[in-house]
């Protein structure tokens, strides 16, 4: 997820302080990763040098200055762009996994054994999802719908990789 | 021996059908209360070890013990009164009498255990109503949606009361928005009635509404929880 872009998109309802932007991201997309203050604040620096965001107030308490930022027009098109764009598929072939089994086959290693837990961990997940989507309203039970339904892809290759180990480990390993 | 606490095990099941293996030393245990979802291939054996479990069919060795009892010595007259009693069941396809109205339907296993009709149908509207599909209760299951039908088959394999719920691929011909809300109130209504669930699915979405996974392969059983 491009953090910049969503920020800039919660940006577009009206001018925030990075202290609410961080507690409404956190609130709307961070249930599992909420976002550090360093993040937001390098990250709006970064925004404000490239003409993203202005400065849309200073408040000065009795603590530390507190900027109010503001989308530009600028900010507005690229979050446009962003979204218009379709993300690039992951490969499969170059993730972890892959390279997990396909080391252990070259180990000689048990990789059903790495695939078994791999499954055993995916399940975990899934079932936590379901939970939270059971208790969840509308928007959790459509967060959680996409991740399951990426993980139900994730296990199928798992157990098709499974069933398909000992043609994998002719072909990995030297002959 | 059997899992501490266990409502219902099985320890190293074996079963042919002629030269075939379909159970090659299987174990499994379900808690009270406990939804463990059974996954494998296709021909992995899952099917019949649910019916082995459910006392359907003889295993050629190994034990069950169900509520400290041996299921595999009870003849066959306790078997079946188990399954009427004790034991609930709902599958993928064609469990619904045609000729039978939805209430008339979830009524049938307690008609059949001698309650009488008055009784047995309140009690087949409390569960439809459970299973929110109280509003077909006087319609025939060729009239209802295959969502609805589904439903009405969970309503009656809890309108006895059962111990364990036996459901075989329960969501199978169903679409994924269904599926869904079958397998939420299936396991909300089990939940509820501290049922044993034995969930028979090659879903892995269908499995994550369990609270623990037994795959099946080749007749032999994993349970998952100590592969971590």
């Excluded at chain 1, 040098?49 to 690229?78: F, H, M, Q």
């Excluded at chain 2, 006895?160 to 969501?171: G, H, I, K, M, S």
């Amino acid at each position: 997820m491009s953090i910049g872009h969503t920020l800039l998109g919660l940006l577009e309802a009206g001018p925030r302080h990075g202290y609410d932007l961080k507690r409404t991201f956190d609130e709307t997309f961070g249930h599992d990763k909420p976002l550090h203050y360093g993040q937001v604040y390098s990250t709006m620096s970064r925004l404000l040098k490239n003409g993203l965001v202005e400065v849309d107030g200073v408040e000065s308490g009795g603590g530390p200055e507190r900027k109010r930022y503001a989308i530009t027009e600028a900010g507005v098109t690229d979050v446009q762009r962003w979204l218009a764009t379709p993300e690039k598929p992951e490969p499969y072939l170059q993730s972890t996994l892959y390279t997990k089994v396909v080391l252990a086959l070259l180990t000689h290693r048990d990789a059903a054994e790495i695939l078994d837990a791999q499954r055993a961990e995916h399940l975990r997940m899934m079932r936590m999802l379901t939970d939270r989507k059971r208790k969840g309203d509308l928007a959790d039970q459509l967060i959680c719908d996409h991740a399951l339904f990426h993980l139900e892809a994730d296990l199928r290759w798992l157990e098709l990789t499974a069933a398909r180990l000992d043609r994998l480990a002719r072909e990995v390993r030297p002959a | 021996m059997t899992p501490a606490g266990s409502l219902l095990s099985a320890t190293d099941l074996r079963k042919s059908y002629g030269s075939t293996p379909a159970l090659d030393g299987a174990s499994f245990s379900v808690h009270p209360g406990e939804i463990v979802a059974v996954m494998g291939p296709s021909g992995s054996g899952k099917s019949t070890l649910l019916h082995c479990l459910a006392g359907i069919v003889a295993p050629d060795a190994g034990t069950i013990t169900y509520d400290g009892r041996d299921l595999t010595s009870l003849t066959d007259a306790e078997r079946s009164a188990l399954r009427r009693g004790e034991f609930g069941f709902v599958f993928q396809f064609g469990q619904l009498v045609p000729e039978l109205t939805c209430v008339e339907n979830v009524a049938l296993p307690l008609r059949l255990n001698g309650v009488k009709r008055k009784d047995a149908e309140r009690r087949a509207r409390a569960r439809l109503e459970q299973l929110e599909v109280d509003d077909v209760a006087g319609k025939r299951p060729g009239e209802v949606s295959g969502g609805q039908g589904q439903r009405v088959a969970v309503a009656r394999s809890l309108v006895t009361d059962p111990r364990v719920l036996f459901a075989d691929e329960p969501t199978g011909a169903l679409d994924s928005l269904n599926g869904e809300r079958v397998m939420e109130l299936l396991t909300d209504a089990a939940r509820e009635a501290r049922a044993a669930v034995v969930l028979v699915t090659h879903e892995a979405r269908v499995a994550a509404w369990s609270d623990r996974e037994v795959v099946v392969r080749d007749g032999r059983s994993r349970d998952m929880e100590f592969t971590r």
